[in-house]
């Protein structure tokens, strides 16, 4: 297509190995990147699954290991869930929203509302009885990310760690940035005008989510195992602003 | 970037002008496509915001000759918003969730919930008495758009129609998909594996909410003026799903 048109353009990283715990990710990221002949520029922004991150900490828990609480029992019966995950899971939060029969929708620690306070059991590489909890502060892990590999290529890149989560009132998963460095999360655009050169009455916009979805299309839930996604072409003009401003404050939010 | 890696692009269509009541909307769709060298390709989405289309089929109404009900009187008061403003809103409401100072959550007569069930008085070239309410049946509209590309073009393309949307728990809008066609637009993964084999417990994928999250990255809210993007590489393998399958039943939602 036609190079004069404004264009984004996403291209999964390859060749990534199975992450351990103590991996150098940022290393193990750039090795891939110039493996693949992908070397970033100024303001590309590199797209990492949580998993990657999450395992590369080593935030396994064992279910074996876990004593649950009369709470984790109780939740537990009432869910048809393992007590020990439902433990880690309360773990995990600051207080359970909802449960039913196989769902728990709980205010992750670091205030995100997620099922099972994000703690997984899919694509964990040491049985049923291993769950993977969300990285430490995915904030931090992608600012981190952002200043080795912008000093090993010499570029400003943003990055943007990622999650997919079920949604209130849609069927599906969506991407969203549960961390990132370098760009907008949360695009404020206060002040701009429409079309009709009328001040905008939406004035936020969830950027880093949307770089998330768009990644996740890549991506895939399921056997694609590609864990990194480079993006190029998306414009801001703000100040960077981390993941943690897309998360609405407790006493904003009509639906807890 | 290399050839070899996976890869999606989405390109925004240029010279797309200000539509009318009444337009062709795929002859002009079709149109910026040729005169931009885009023709699309087989499993090619092209995503157009619903703004174009509720603008082609006039779907207007001018506060100045709307009577609200005593309903829409107490819920202006409550929340500060125009009576008539609010009537329209309710018109188009199946019901109101939640409301409060300048916002109210609704329940759009096709099922979605979104703040004032889509009634839009940004973009609207009309001034502020005239409002813009969503396309009559955006599935439709998508399905037309789609089986008039195809036939111009002669290819197998799939369209999203598009919005961008506030949501529970997290700041920002996003990109979601009010209407699909040629695609799923909730990708059902049951029985498909992880990396370690185990069958996955996700099992949906918002697909046509990520490609219009996508999409928006190049759209924008602001004044850019670009209504639609063209978007290559994205794979599926299960049969086309419309954009209704992403509105969660009434009965299995928890947070109405």
Do not use: C
């Not at 797209?47 to 649950?68: C, F, N, Q, W």
């Not at 773990?91 to 728990?104: A, C, F, N």
């Not at 943007?160 to 655009?189: E, K, M, T």
């Amino acid at each position: 297509m036609s190079a004069s048109h404004p264009a984004v353009t996403l291209t999964a990283l390859s060749g990534i190995p199975a992450i351990q715990p103590g991996d150098d990710i940022a290393a193990i990221l750039a090795d891939a990147l110039e493996a693949g002949a992908m070397a970033p520029r100024d303001r590309d922004v590199l797209v990492v699954t949580h998993k990657i991150i999450s395992k590369a900490e080593g935030r396994y828990r064992h279910l074996a290991d876990i004593t649950p609480s009369p709470r984790a029992r109780d939740i537990a019966a009432a869910t048809g869930k393992d007590p020990a995950l439902v433990e880690v899971i309360l773990m995990e939060s600051r207080g359970v929203l909802r449960s039913r029969r196989e769902l728990i929708i709980a205010e992750h620690r670091l205030g995100m509302v997620m099922a099972n306070a994000g703690v997984d059991q899919s694509n964990v590489p040491r049985g049923p009885e291993t769950v993977l909890l969300l990285p430490e502060d995915p904030d931090a892990s992608s600012a981190a990310l952002r200043v080795a590999l912008g000093e090993r290529f010499g570029v400003d890149i943003a990055v943007v760690v990622s999650d997919s989560v079920g949604r209130a009132w849609r069927n599906g998963v969506v991407g969203i940035a549960l961390g990132a460095a370098g760009l907008p999360a949360l695009q404020d655009l206060r002040g701009k005008n429409d079309l009709e050169g009328r001040t905008l009455k939406v004035t936020q916009v969830g950027l880093a989510d949307e770089i998330a979805s768009a990644a996740e299309l890549l991506m895939g839930e399921a056997d694609e195992g590609r864990p990194a996604v480079l993006v190029r072409g998306v414009e801001w003009r703000e100040p960077p602003v981390a993941a943690a401003a897309l998360i609405r404050d407790r006493e904003q939010d009509l639906f807890r």
